[in-house]
């Protein structure tokens, strides 16, 4: 189903939108049609849906300035098909390919890609390997993705997986929440974001937001990310943890501005007719 044109009003209007990805599987999203046609995307973290607050704050944000946004559920999580797999890095960049894909059909100008936590990993692996969107926001991404593994899977994880080939991971209460098979694990592992930072185009615009109190991804990960992408700019919002409680307000204003700024000055590059 092809989402219709939005009039030229301040009104914003939502609209639920379907996707095939690569695989066949139907990725399910919501449009909030602005009164232009300049898109940014917005991706959701681990074990998230595109309903995540930072997310519905953001479409909020955007939308009420003008930028149509799109924010959807990768396959395996939330109303998207497909199975929920540990890892998934390089596929769920797949299906933001088809996302962006599908957009750029239906004309839409897609300025920008905004993701947080495994969302800012799919938004600048995306970004490493196709040059076609001028500006990404990576809000709390994981830049050593050897680490944090044992806080989910527990000690001796891979001396686990090895003997049995996964690892149920249960809740606080005993309950089974999802499996992680060795292939999985082995695809977060192999995902090298040393080798994506520096494949990143520097006529891409990267903006790295993090928390200097999270407690899930490290600050110093942010720090590799400045290290090495080549066009970036980082900025840490102090005592802010992962789901930037309390400091919402600040997040969505840094994003809004950054792509704003970039918009006006990519505009006033543009020759003169």
Not at 142 to 169: A, C, P, W
Not at 187 to 196: A, E, G, M, Q
Not at 249 to 262: A, N, P
């Amino acid at each position: 189903m092809s989402p219709e044109k939005s009039p030229k009003s301040s009104v914003v209007r939502e609209q639920r939108v379907t996707i095939s990805n690569k695989h066949g599987e139907n990725l399910v999203g919501l449009l909030h049609q602005a009164c232009s046609k300049n898109l940014v995307i917005l991706c959701h973290g681990f074990r998230a849906t595109k309903d995540d607050s930072i997310l519905v704050d953001l479409a909020s944000a955007l939308t009420s300035d003008g930028v149509s946004t799109f924010r959807f559920d990768f396959a395996g999580n939330g109303e998207s098909e497909g199975e929920f797999q540990y890892g998934n890095y390089r596929r769920e960049a797949d299906d933001l390919r088809s996302v962006v894909s599908y957009f750029t059909e239906q004309n839409y100008n897609i300025i920008g890609l905004v993701g947080h936590s495994k969302g800012g990993n799919a938004v600048l692996l995306y970004a490493s390997v196709y040059h076609d969107i001028p500006i990404i926001v990576n809000i709390s991404g994981r830049f050593s993705l050897e680490r944090g593994i044992d806080g989910r899977l527990g000690k001796n994880f891979m001396q686990r997986i090895k003997k049995d080939g996964y690892i149920d991971v249960r809740n606080r209460k005993g309950e089974f929440e999802y499996r992680v098979t060795e292939e999985s694990l082995k695809d977060r592992l192999s995902t090298d974001t040393l080798l994506s930072s520096r494949s990143i185009s520097k006529d891409c615009r990267v903006l790295t937001i993090h928390g200097s109190k999270d407690e899930i991804v490290p600050v110093e990960d942010a720090l590799m990310f400045a290290a090495n992408i080549p066009n970036h700019e980082l900025h840490i919002i102090l005592e802010a943890n992962h789901r930037y409680t309390g400091h919402e307000k600040e997040l969505t204003t840094l994003v809004l501005d950054f792509i704003k700024s970039q918009l006006h000055f990519s505009s006033s590059l543009r020759p003169k007719l």
